[in-house]
């Protein structure tokens, strides 16, 4: 089997599961009671949540372990909404953000706030002027991913942050379900004041994922009950999940120091991709994550395609996986200026660490041959 279809899902690390099953079966205990097993279980929390916090290099207090991207960026923008709600009701996001982004801000606008929707370059990137002039007095939150989801884009997370220096009242959320381990980003150089993070994402497990909220900054808790995650996010806290968690960040940590193999493999598929006349390439040539590769052709049904390459037990995608099923028009190709049989026809290649060489060249060789015959069948 060659996977290549990484941003939507990744295959769980053998060391990920194995510190799942271990703490499962040796710390089911509820870590709010108060008896020894319950200890266990409350000490093991504590010391995941320490481990969570030295890998991104900020503090343990800041770390808040959800269920994955969609409830961060969810907890993030509605709970900084609600929170501060009597301070402004203005939201700046993108044209091309993660669904529970662009939903959540849709939502938000039902209740009366207001939301402007910067428009992108055809690299699918924001311009920092442009952002300059949409911010308000009533500016209260800034939400601006790092590595876009289908095409690999990457903001400038820096500038963004450094832009809203001079914006107090405006906070600034990530979403970096799709950068880390594969894209630098320091918490505090880019001044951001919270960061989503999924575990599936860096072969871990679903239902897996965190939030960063910088000391100080106050949410609306979306999840009320018994206190947990510092009454921000309450629930018994599913331990075993959270230690696969981190386990799965230290290990995506470690891999990153192999980013340039990944990025050969980029480089060699959009050099074959390049030289098909029927292909067009929407991943940008600079300003991209390296594990990313967006490509269309037009004239061929994507879902076609995909079923075709699945044959050779290949696998690759549509879009995000969160909109795969919906409309065949992807928004973000759209939003990048792209002609609509570009975007109705968008394909997406996602690798990780544990795509070989060998994988493109098969990928290359049996796309090829799909191509080819589907263009005779289509006529």
Known sequence: ?????????????????????????????????????????????????????????????????????????????KGIALQHKNRGKHIITSTTEHPSVLEACQGLETLGFEVSYLEVDQSGIINIE????????????????????EIGSIQPIKEIGETLKQYPKALFHVDHVQGF?????????????????????????KGTGLLYVRNGVRLYSLAHGG???????????????????VKAMRIAKEQQSNIKTVDILHRKLIDHLEGNKR????????????????FSVPGLKPEVVIHALEQYDIYISTKSAC????????????????????????LRVSMSYHTSEQDI???????????????????
């Open 130 to 149: 442009t952002l300059k002039q949409e911010i308000r007095e009533d500016t209260i939150l800034v939400t601006i991913m790092h590595v876009n989801n």
């Open 323 to 346: 909109s795969s099923k919906s409309s065949d028009e992807s928004a973000v190709l759209i939003a990048c200026g792209k002609d609509r049989n570009v975007a109705i026809s968008g």
């Open 361 to 379: 060249d098969f990928l290359c060789k049996k796309l090829d041959v799909v191509i080819k015959n589907l263009g005779k069948v289509m006529g």
């Open 279 to 294: 292909i067009v390439i929407n991943t940008p040539k600079e300003k991209k994550a390296p594990h990313i590769v967006n």
């Open 227 to 245: 206190g947990q995650e510092r009454s921000i996010r309450s629930g018994t806290e599913n331990v075993a999940g959270i230690v696969a968690l």
């Open 1 to 77: 089997m060659i996977y290549l279809d990484n941003s939507a899902t990744t295959q769980p690390d053998r060391q990920v599961l194995d510190s799942y099953t271990k703490a499962a079966t040796q710390f089911f205990g509820n870590p709010s009671s108060i008896h020894g097993i319950g200890m266990d279980a409350e000490r093991l929390l504590r010391k995941s949540r320490e481990q969570a916090a030295s890998i991104l290099e900020v503090n343990p207090h800041e770390i808040i372990f959800t269920s994955g991207g969609t409830e961060g960026n969810n907890l993030a923008i």
């Open 181 to 205: 381990g594969k894209v630098d980003l320091d918490f505090n150089h880019c001044h951001i004041d919270l960061c989503t993070i999924s575990g599936h994402k860096i072969h871990g497990l």
